[in-house]
């Protein structure tokens, strides 16, 4: 077969595998309602590196403030091993099919950073276990806040987590030697899912103005589409300022002081969200200070937005990696499962801890705090809150 054929077969393959994927899409069902549920499963799933030790922590700290729904058997914890680089490289898979029934046994899951790899690695360069998680259990909705209040910023990133670049991210193709594809993918269904999410969350939260970020003076067809799209679904929310920006000035204004601040809500496509929220995350100490949340409508799932630092326990230093992005991802868990008090507390003892009191600083080394010590002292800060 000649190359032109080859790559249109996969071409074809690929359509007709999103063209299903559409459908799924049409045919899901509403938001899940946790409050209707005899018992919330929490999966706890460590990753890699540093991660089983950061989530280990996060989960005392969960178990400590559900200790009486536990009880109740209103809340059940469930520790998912196995999601860890050797293993997923032992079965060729992005998620091992026994990890991923365990996955979709739970409600929500704590997720910790896993390793993802890329050409030249000493691992084969496999699909990343978060992009797979997300497309498997349809966690489109990727919400990342970040606040520095005395810098005027509050601003919650909607980013779309399963369409994009990322759809096909490993499914592009060589025509030959010389000429590569790779694929962008934007569908009606799954923009509209995440405009909605962005608008409905700033008609709860008060809020006066969400802003499109694209390129679609480029991008065309995807990103074209995307816009349209979520202008289209902001004129049902009347109250609310819709405007629209270019990726590439809006990564600029995010570092002019006055201009930043009258940023709110963002929606982005998948890959500019990736890259503006870890700039996002800068401005408040780092991607090691913020959590994320991936939404979808049976499942969710929370994580940190750091990496796995595999260095860290070369050096025999895990147990000195900072928890809390995870901890914090926590939060956002245990608010989004509707237990709001418990969040805010715990939400409110970890900024006293990171930024107000500081008895302990994690500096990743000896000289600093152990993610146990760290944790401990947000439990006992939670305690007198
Ligand atoms: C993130 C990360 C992931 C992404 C990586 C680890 C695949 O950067 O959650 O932002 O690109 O989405
Ligand atoms: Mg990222």
Aim: negative net charge.
């Amino acid at each position: 077969m000649d190359k032109i054929q080859v790559a249109t077969e996969k071409f074809s393959e690929l359509i007709r595998s999103q063209l299903e994927r559409v459908e799924r899409m049409k045919a899901e069902k509403d938001f899940i309602d946790y409050a209707k549920l005899d018992t919330i499963i929490i999966g706890v799933v460590g990753g890699d590196g540093i991660g089983p030790a950061i989530t280990a922590e996060a989960h005392r700290i969960m178990e400590y403030l559900l200790e009486d729904e536990v009880k109740a058997g209103k809340v059940e914890f469930r520790v998912i091993d196995g999601l860890t680089i050797e293993n997923r490289v032992k079965v060729m898979k992005a998620i091992p099919d026994d990890v991923m029934e365990q996955l979709k046994a739970c409600h929500v899951i704590l997720k910790g950073p896993t390793t993802t790899p890329r050409a030249g690695d000493p691992w084969p360069n496999i699909e990343s276990a978060n992009v797979a998680m997300r497309k498997a259990l349809d966690l489109f909705a990727n919400v990342r806040p970040v606040k520095v209040p005395e810098q005027g910023i509050d601003w919650t990133f909607f980013r779309e987590n399963t369409e994009g670049s990322y759809a096909l991210g490993s499914n592009g193709v060589h025509v030959d030697d010389d000429l590569a594809f790779d694929f962008c993918v934007t569908t009606t269904d799954g923009t509209e899912r995440i405009a909605r999410a962005a608008f409905e969350y700033a008609k709860k939260m008060g809020k006066k103005r969400v802003s499109i970020v694209t390129k679609a003076n480029v991008v065309k067809t995807t990103d074209g589409k995307f816009l349209r799209i979520c202008k289209e679904i902001g004129e049902e929310y009347p109250g609310i300022e819709v405007d629209d920006w270019y990726i590439d000035i809006m990564t600029a204004k995010l570092v002019d002081e006055k201009r930043r601040q009258q940023f709110q809500v963002l929606i982005l496509p998948n890959l500019y969200g990736d890259i503006l929220t870890d700039e996002a995350a800068e401005f408040q100490g780092g991607v090691g200070t913020a959590g994320s949340s991936n939404m979808g409508k049976r499942y969710a799932m929370f994580e940190a937005i750091h990496g796995s630092a595999p260095r860290m326990v070369e050096e025999n230093r895990a147990q000195y990696a900072d928890p809390c992005s995870i901890i914090r991802a926590a939060a956002m868990l245990l608010e989004h499962i509707g237990f709001v008090e418990k969040a805010e507390r715990l939400t409110r003892a970890l900024d006293k801890c990171m930024f107000e009191e500081k008895k302990l600083v994690i500096t990743g080394r000896a000289d600093g705090a152990t993610g146990a010590e760290f944790a401990d002292y947000v439990m006992e800060t939670i305690r007198n809150i």
